[in-house]
C-alpha cells in the first residue's frame, strides 16, 4: 500500500478542493405559457413539449 512521505499542505488541499462547488441548473421560458421550466422537460403548468401538448393538466 502506498503511503505519503511528505505532510500534504493544508494550502495544497485546499486548492483541489476549490472547484467542488455546485452550479445551479438553469432554467428556460416557456413558449406556451412563459412560466420557468427546466431544459428539455414537459413544462408542468400546460403540459406542453417542442410546441404539442403531451400531459393533460387539471385546471384549478
Known amino acids: 500500500m502506498a503511503v505519503p ?3 500534504q499542505a493544508k494550502a495544497r488541499t485546499r ?3 476549490a472547484n467542488w462547488t ?5 432554467t428556460v421560458e416557456c413558449s ?3 412560466e420557468p421550466k ?3 422537460r414537459v413544462c408542468r403548468s400546460c403540459g406542453y413539449y417542442k410546441g404539442r401538448q ?3 393538466v387539471k385546471a384549478e
Open 5 to 7: 512521505k511528505r505532510r
Open 22 to 26: 455546485l452550479t445551479a441548473s438553469g
Open 32 to 34: 406556451q405559457c412563459h
Open 38 to 40: 427546466l431544459p428539455h
Open 15 to 17: 486548492k483541489r478542493r
Open 54 to 56: 403531451v400531459l393533460s
